[in-house]
């Protein structure tokens, strides 16, 4: 039996900002996400994987050295690899995340706001 | 130079039904693609890749061989490598789909309707 997902369903769970959760996998390779933003998360970069942010509601603000990009509803952007970035929501967003299994939560360092996979891969 | 991709913009662009075009790529692997959907598609299947439909307007029917899933705006699904399924959608819907690089688009036939990477990737 395959399921859909209520991507709004799954969201109304979601208890902490900036904890993502698997909601689907490919390839047992490839992750999506969704994730409560609020506030300023962290500069990071991811290496060696591009992070592609797709805005379900509210407005994320993703700062770059050079650069700062401003998603509404139904907005989308890959992060290359090795980019420096920064996500805001100045209001409560809701993003889906699509990344590799393998890309850290805050890339190339480990704080204490990091979310272990295992910690998104909680069912929710 | 990093752009965000508005998928209202996308889709307002796209000339064809069951014509994907390619507007996000992660690692040179996978894609993300729009399409706009009527009719019946075909009964296919990709024998090694899954695939993500994500609905971002109207309603999208999967048959599968024993089950039918219905899917409305916010809604998803993975579809496993190797499993028979046949996209409807009895009034436009527009999709996202994420899939690999790799996976061909009527999967193991090829159709007239088949539209090659080439044809998926080019700009929109």
Redesign the interface.
């Known amino acids: 039996?395959?399921?859909?997902?209520?991507?709004?369903e799954k969201f109304a769970k979601l208890d902490a900002h900036w904890s993502p959760r698997v909601?689907?996998?490919?390839?047992d390779a490839?992750l999506?996400k969704i994730a409560k933003l609020k506030g300023s998360f962290t500069w990071h970069q991811h290496d060696h994987?591009?992070?592609?942010f797709?805005v379900?509601s509210g407005q994320l603000i993703i700062e770059?050295e050079d650069?700062k990009?401003?998603?509404g509803p139904?907005?989308?952007?890959?992060?290359?690899?090795g980019?420096m970035h920064n996500p805001i929501a100045e209001e409560e967003c809701h993003v889906?995340v699509?990344?590799?299994k393998s890309t850290a939560h805050t890339g190339s360092k480990t704080l204490a706001a990091t979310k272990s996979l295992d910690d998104q891969l909680r069912p929710i």
């Not at 039996?1 to 709004?8: F, H, R, T, V, W």
């Not at 994987?49 to 592609?52: G, K, S, V």
């Not at 139904?74 to 690899?81: F, L, Q, S, T």
């Open positions: 039996m395959i399921s859909k997902i209520n991507l709004a909601v689907g996998a490919l390839d490839y999506a994987e591009d992070e592609l797709l379900i770059l650069q990009l401003t998603l139904g907005e989308m952007v890959v992060i290359p690899a980019v889906l699509f990344e590799k």
